[in-house]
């Protein structure tokens, strides 16, 4: 069965950085492209970063251009989110997501917490 | 950006209820979108694709419909385990971007 675990959130202070991981199994990775969604606490969804099955085209939201990067690295199944110049409005949940080939998300992680304050 | 909005933020509906959920785009998205269920706590469901087109598994009492800028999502009769907060998402260009999201509560 599929699974997405995310890891690596946690508190960290405004100006920092820090390095998402989500190790993903079940499905055969190199072939789908993965997303970053987060969601701020009490509020709705907001997609962060896309990119393509073989890591050759990334998106980005408007909000996280310029200082979050995504990458993966097909041999080991896993998807990061390296994020600098983190924000107090970077304080969220952070979900990994499979794309279902079609930029929509069939299958997500449980989210890994990521936390900006002095 | 494609700015999506849905209506009403939030329901209070009885069990068998009728339950129809608006999701409008700024501008056209073909038939590009996909509807979410959140439960507290808890990952956010696929439940729909392309605009109407129901994932494996998920109940039939759950529809949708439209294209461009207007969809609904529509529970024929609501369940127990229907009570949630549902969210549209467009797939048609990027950046991707959600609805406001919709809770359906209890009355």
């Known amino acids: 069965q599929v699974q997405l675990v995310e890891s690596g959130g946690g508190v960290v202070q405004p100006g920092r950085s820090l390095r998402l991981s989500c190790a993903a199994s079940?499905?055969?990775?190199?072939?789908?492209?993965m997303h970053w969604v987060r969601q701020a606490p009490g509020k709705g969804l907001e997609w962060v970063a896309g990119?393509?099955?073989?890591?050759?085209?990334?998106n980005y939201a408007d909000s996280v251009k310029g200082r979050f990067t995504i990458s993966r690295d097909n041999s080991k199944n896993t998807l990061y989110l390296q994020m600098n110049s983190l924000r107090a409005e970077d304080t969220a949940l952070y979900y990994c997501?499979?794309?279902?080939?079609?930029?929509?998300?069939?299958?997500w992680g449980q989210g890994t917490p990521v936390t900006v304050s002095s | 950006d494609i700015q999506m909005t849905q209506s009403p933020s939030s329901v209070s509906a009885s069990v068998g209820d009728r339950v129809t959920i608006t999701c409008r785009a700024s501008?056209?998205?073909?038939?590009?979108l996909a509807w979410y269920q959140q439960k507290p706590g808890k990952a956010p469901k696929l439940l729909i694709s392309?605009?109407?087109s129901l994932l494996s598994g998920v109940p039939s009492r759950f529809s949708g419909s439209g294209s461009g800028t207007d969809f609904t999502l529509t529970i024929s009769s609501l369940q127990p385990e229907d009570f949630a907060i549902y969210y549209c998402?467009?797939?048609?260009?990027?950046?991707?971007?959600f609805g406001g999201g919709t809770k359906v509560e209890i009355k």
């Open positions: 997501a499979k794309d279902i080939q079609l930029y929509y998300f069939d299958y």
């Open positions: 392309g605009a109407s």
């Open positions: 501008q056209g998205v073909s038939g590009w």
């Open positions: 079940g499905f055969t990775f190199r072939s789908y492209g």
């Open positions: 998402q467009q797939g048609n260009s990027f950046p991707l971007t």
């Open positions: 990119i393509w099955y073989d890591g050759s085209n990334e």
